[in-house]
């Protein structure tokens, strides 16, 4: 027995020296390929699984060796792999990765880390330790994006938070940086870190004088946590103590700086660059009023180190997240993402549908050509301020050439002077010589206090209010002049206000000639702030965002537009998510606050964005003003404001438009189209029967926002069946057609049908645009030459070819904008807009481009260039087709009494017109037309 024990343990010993321990300890886990067992070469070493190179044959992965294998390209879905032997880097399409296992050959085949690889190229591994197997499948949108993320001690690393992060493009001109203190900035190519420009900082009156961009949205929404501060700074002389830093400052006035956390200071000089790259944990109480990414000297002792030039370039503001906090980052944007793709789906299997059941109907083609006749639509346009109570006749006729809204702010005090009795009559008459003059009207209710100044001021919560018993503060500001703060919680207060503005909401519920409404029932000028009054301003600062939706919730039952204030972000939400209100920008076209209205982004595509010039020309821009050295700036500021906070009505300045006017004609005649909607169809097409078929329309919009329709935010598209005569015998609303998604910058493909019931002489089809489907005409112009009929579109009188100019009225585009000063944006539009005053100017810079959507194929021959001024520079021209470019021509020159560039005959849905050579010159194109 004892025998046969000492046999059993030497074969056991054997039988170890054989097989690992570990075979004992734990089955081999099986490899399954979308479920289905494999036979994957897989080792595990160092407790890491690494997969022979040759999966890719298995996986459909493309495979390149390079030096008898010890380095490899894995390639699949535009996403590239490259591993080495014995490196721990791996790259990810060009990013560098450490990895924790180096990849290793063995009889000539590379072996590389498995959950590193496949994740990257696209496939996902679900490990089930009950099964013991590991299953490799196809990822999800959702898993790709974070098996690709950068990590950073286990965190996952955001996308980038900041905009233009190298300065190539011109920030002065669109955004992204600005000026702090005072100090001015510019896109410089003196010195650059990387690619042709970096940012320049001169002019500086102190240390602190520096460069910035507003990142107040971003740290909203990211919130508390760790970021990553990156940036590369160099000084144009001596060396100075510098920081590249986040200041974020809450409600109650906190500040936190993030080269505080984390000592984000270095000594930086002229010799070369200096590299910031830093994690700061940044935590905040309260919401976040302002928070700025900027770039400063650390201390203002006036030492001229601090006040130097110098130069930045390189930046970048990433959030550390944790993979539970990414994954919900990422499917939030999947999700949008694919219900977009959901309702597009929906719209396209509609109009495959009519589609197919007209597919033999012959159809007539027509191609409206283009008008830039100044058009006033509803809820779009430039504003005027009549500067007084009740509107006079003389403003109001002046204003209706230019402007589609007349406003102005009633106080409460005003409206309702004694409890229950209103002062309708004044706004009555208003409206009447609003639709007069053919304009709306803007409105703000409910002022509770006006205070610019000791000798400028209003107590606008009526005195009857506080006899009724409701609690107040005083406000000394000197002078005599004391204001009583009302308690916005008082019942009382709530109570009498609450009344006024039902009572309002009651009598101009749906009236189509207000534009919008201010829910100004809070703050000094009920702008929802307290500047200038301290001791309201510290409550303010104690108030929760529930009380301030409370005081939203006010105008739940106003069946109008109503828009909040961007004072504070939290309430404009709320406003935003309860009611669909829209949003009004005080302050704009400030040279000292270039960014504020990207705070407008906030209702970007939901709702309405009006805003306010901030300050008056005659005492601030003209000669001797405060800002007189941005006198020539101002087209280029107000116009990209406009732009770039996606505007819907601005003020033409505010209380001397007519002599503004004057300075800025060209300017206002621009914006007062553009900003807004600008609708302009491209292409019509219908049925030869004109009683019933298919009606198909692609239109553009050449505006900076959609159209928003009134409270109902409603809008149709109708055609009508006329006589000979224009009278109209019968119409129908085009179902699926719908303008509130003819969004800015794009062309929108529509498809419809039609029956008309009264046919009887029938000769003419309308065509026409509703802001409401129960009007009896339509109300919005639209940007084309056509006849028309009590505002319906007369089809028979558009133009049935386009074959004498295919780049008319089309969409257009360009890489980079260019502004003249005193001027502004010299759009590519007009370049193809039949006007010779006009162009189209870019930089000579190798890869500027104009270019032209046609919106469907064309055959073209021909261009046709007419320059401002004669110039020589290297062009060509491109055609797009199956979706690549392909050089159809070129040339070294173009004339100012024009330049034919031909071709042989192509077919392409776009072309370009692209700058080929970088030069100290600017290319100006007055008309560019293409056969």
Known sequence: MIKKAISFLILLCMLISVFPLGVFAEEDRTFLFNGEPSQFDIEEKDGIYMISSNFAETMGIDKIAYNNGEKTVFSKDNVSVICENMSKTVYINGTAREISGAPYLKNGVLYVPLDTVVKALGFQIKYDDLLNTADIYVASEIEKTVNNAEVIDGMYLSDELLSNTSFEEDFVLKGGWSNRV??????????????????????RPSGWASIGQDVTQIMKEYGTGKYRIRGFVRTKDEPCNMTIKIQVQTTDSQKINSEETEGGVLIVNSDGWTEFDYIADLEWDLSVSLATFYCEATSNTGKTCEVQDYYVDDCSLTKLMSEEEYYAVVENKVKEKDEAEELENEKNARANEILEKYKDDALDVYYPAESREILKNPYKGLIIYPGRQLFDEESAKWGGGIGSILYHRYSWCYMEPQEGVYNWDILDKNIALCQKYGMQLGLGIGSTVNFNSTTNYNQDTPEWVFEAGCKYILEDRGNGCVLKIPDYDDPIFREKMQNMIDAFSERYNDNETIAYVDMRNYGNWGEWHFYKFPISDKLDKQRTNKEFFAYVDMFKDMRLPALSF????????????????????????????????????LVEGKAMA??????????????GGKYAAYFDFVPILFERQIREGHISSIAFLNWDANNAYKLWKDMYDRAANYVGYWYKPVKIEHSKDITKGIFKLKVKNDGVAPLFAGYEKKAVVKLALADKNNKILDTVTLEGIDPLYWNPGEMTDCVGEYEFKNTDGGEKLLFGVFTREQNENPNVKLGINAKVVNGWYDISSMSKSDSANVAHNKLFSAKELYADEGYGFRQPDYACDNDMSTYWANKCANGNYLEIDFGEEKSVSQVSLTSAENIKVKYSIELFRNGKWTEVSNGVSISSKGTNVKFRTAKGEKLRFVIDEDKDAVVKICEMKVW
């Open 182 to 203: 005072s100090s001015t900035v510019m896109q410089s190519a003196d010195v650059v870190h990387s690619g042709k420009f970096s940012g320049m900082v001169t002019k």
């Open 566 to 601: 961007v004072a504070k972000p939290d309430v404009t939400k709320h406003a935003l998510d309860t009611f669909g209100a829209g949003i009004r920008g005080d302050g704009l076209v400030s040279p000292a606050e270039m960014d504020k209205h990207k705070n407008m982004n």
């Open 610 to 623: 009006v805003g306010e010039w901030f300050e008056q020309y005659a005492t601030v821009y003209q000669p």
